[in-house]
């Protein structure tokens, strides 16, 4: 059992405080103190507490990250762009399935723990809790990402387990943009806008289309190849089928003070390694989609100077959808799903001298459409999942943002959560927030959250209770910034329950992880160095560990770093190198392998503004230059001698080195 202690905690974050504002506490008068007041510096957000707040003084760990930025950095889509919040690690299933594993916890079985909002639209599915086509979004079509790292659900609910992530579009006037890259790569799309503000109304259209081919990345053997395979025919060791493709059209409608949202996305994805880990034939082709399309309306009012009011009703549909998916040496599945929901919110602030109060009531009925399967071989029951199944949820939220001075803030907040399926959930928060000098923040939460278990989780009583996984944590946190610095730090311990995994055996499948625990530290910081160079990183460090085993939680890395040095000679143009470090990974228990070794990326992106003419940029890149050898742990799967062996003995390799390039023009 491994576990960090106190001491490499306390001392790394005194080594950090020191090192990353030293100044700050200098007796000279620093730029940030000349300003005075809370909201000076830095960025607001909603996401933190549904009420608009500089980011620094948001209860919790919150992270802001802009489109822009993220691209002269080299990160292309959402998904990529998310290695930039410390403590978020990207990983992927055997089917290519996007995962992220938050503070050492997350790789279970293709069940997402992040609640994932586009413009505040929720997108997680209850088939898998997984928002796939929002990861693969292109950056030109986003604003800004705000990212939560801990327990949300005291505000989001259902989901919101170890962090909550809100994409924000862009809004802008006409923009379109288009590149390419390797493997076939393309991407395209644009955004076009109509306003007229004598009658307050303004619209944006966002569109976007990406396609990538095949890699020719070469897998390992798989377990075919071992004495449990019993000689049975294997296409490994080989490419796997990992080609991509990505649609999306988003529809903003802003008309006084209502707003109307329409959201269609969707993704493609081959079976990359193969969903019983055997290597599917040498032939490229997309074979799970996702689909996602919403309608929602809102409208806000000011019911007097200081209550404001906002309702919500929408609804939703999101499609899960393989064609011929490789089973076994020439047997193929086919199968289709779709889940409607409806939805309805409204809440109520109220400022009221030092108080500021928050209700909120939601519901969402959800129900399984259609669920339908074929195969090339007989024995398959009706339906692969029960059709017309359905959960109905309602919530109520309350919270109060109590200003005690002028300095410190107290947060308290409640959510109730009702499902007609798995029962209650209860879930506090109480967060303070104390600005000891210009400049200087202290934070302290504590918070609980949970995630009910999917309808995949559930189907054929695949579970062994129906009660949600829940965690419970403390964190403590330390923020500085000034016109040229900003440095933040965080002190975390989790504490989770029922935690929902998937054995290697098929005969068992679901299990229930009792207890399991998380702490660490999370530093990030930015420095610039005159006015040409930025320099900017983030470490994080964690320990994760199974009451019952002592072992560590498996598949997420202990230790995840970003260093970035941005230089930008003249204000059109930026040189970006970035270093981006995972750590070793560790195994499953019954995995006698040793953990999975670590790797440093190192990224190099270049931009040029007004390149020739006004409005044109060009930005080209090299992900992974050292080509780096990456990969993916492979889990252990049961042979036919009932022997759990690797389902690939050298692990899951990602894609090698890739430039690309891209252009858009902005008028």
Do not use: C
């Amino acid at each position: 059992m491994r576990r960090p202690s106190k001491t490499l905690l306390v001392s790394a974050l005194s080594v950090a405080l020191w090192a990353g504002a030293p100044a700050a506490f200098a007796e000279e008068e620093s730029p940030s103190e000349t300003l005075g007041g809370w909201d000076n510096l830095g960025e607001q957000t909603r996401i933190a507490t549904r009420t608009r707040l500089n980011v620094d003084y948001a209860p919790g760990t919150v992270t802001l990250l802009h489109g822009r930025d993220l691209q002269d950095r080299g990160a292309r889509t959402v998904w990529e762009a998310l290695e930039f919040v410390p403590g978020f690690e990207l990983s992927t299933d055997e089917v290519g399935t996007r995962q992220l594993l938050v503070r050492g916890v997350g790789k279970t079985y293709s069940s997402g723990n992040v609640k994932i909002l586009l413009d505040d639209v929720p997108q997680n599915s209850e088939l898998l809790s997984l928002a796939n086509p929002v990861l693969n979004l292109p950056l030109e079509q986003v604003e800004r990402i705000e990212a939560i790292r801990g327990p949300g659900s005291a505000i989001y609910g259902h989901s919101a387990y170890m962090g909550v992530i809100n994409v924000v579009t862009r809004q802008s006037s006409g923009h379109v943009f288009a590149g390419a890259g390797s493997f076939g790569q393309t991407v395209a799309g644009g955004i076009a806008s109509i306003s007229a503000p004598e009658q307050d109304f303004h619209a944006t259209l966002n569109l976007s289309a990406s396609r990538r081919g095949a890699t020719g990345v070469q897998a390992g053997q798989d377990w075919l190849h071992t004495p449990g395979g019993l000689g049975t025919p294997s296409f490994s060791p080989g490419p796997p089928n990992d080609p991509l493709e990505q649609h999306s059209a988003l529809l903003t409608v802003n008309l006084r003070r209502f707003t109307l949202l329409g959201q269609w996305l969707e993704d493609g994805a081959g079976d990359h390694f193969g969903i019983n880990h055997e290597l599917p034939p040498d032939n490229p082709r997309i074979v799970t989609r996702h689909r996602h399309r919403s309608l929602e309306l809102r409208h806000n009012l000011d019911l007097a100077p200081n209550l404001q009011a906002e309702w919500r009703v929408g609804g939703s549909d999101f499609e899960h959808a393989r064609d011929n998916l490789f089973v076994d040496t020439t047997f193929y599945l086919s199968r289709h799903y779709r889940e409607k929901r409806l939805t309805a919110a409204g809440s109520l602030a109220w400022e009221q001298g030092k108080h500021t109060l928050l209700a909120g009531w939601n519901w969402n009925r959800v129900h399984i459409a259609s669920a339908d399967w074929s195969a090339n071989f007989p024995g398959l029951p009706a339906n692969w999942i029960e059709v017309g199944r359905q959960r109905v949820a309602s919530s109520l939220t309350l919270q109060d943002e109590y200003r005690a001075t002028e300095t410190f803030t107290l947060t308290g907040g409640l959510r109730h959560d009702r499902y007609d399926d798995v029962g209650s959930s209860t879930t506090p928060r109480l967060a303070g927030v104390w600005q000891v000098a210009p400049g200087h923040i202290l934070k302290a939460q504590y918070a609980q959250a949970f995630r009910a278990p999917t309808f995949f989780e559930q189907r054929n009583g695949g579970l062994p209770s129906m009660e949600p996984e829940t965690v419970t944590t403390t964190e403590a946190g330390y923020a500085f910034r000034d016109v040229r610095r900003q440095f933040r730090a965080t002190l975390f311990h989790s504490a989770m329950r029922d935690l929902i995994a998937f054995g290697d055996d098929p005969a068992v499948g679901y299990y229930r992880i009792s207890r399991a625990y998380s702490r660490g530290f999370e530093i990030e910081g930015e420095y610039w160095l005159g006015d040409a160079i930025k320099l900017s990183g983030s470490l994080s460090h964690v320990g994760t560990w199974e009451s019952v085993t002592g072992r560590s939680i498996p598949g997420a890395a202990e230790r995840l770093a970003n260093l970035g040095l941005e230089y930008l000679p003249s204000r059109d143009h930026t040189l970006a190198l970035n270093l981006r470090h995972v750590g070793n990974r560790p195994r499953a228990a019954a995995d006698l392998r040793p953990p999975l070794s670590g790797y440093t990326r190192v990224d190099v992106t270049a931009r040029a503004l007004n390149f020739g003419m006004p409005g044109l940029t060009l930005r080209a890149g090299v992900r992974n230059l050292l080509d780096a050898d990456i990969r993916v742990p492979a889990p252990l799967v049961l042979d036919l001698l009932d022997t759990r062996t690797p389902g690939y003995a050298a692990d899951l390799p990602t894609p090698d080195r890739e430039w690309w390039a891209q252009a858009s023009y902005s008028f």
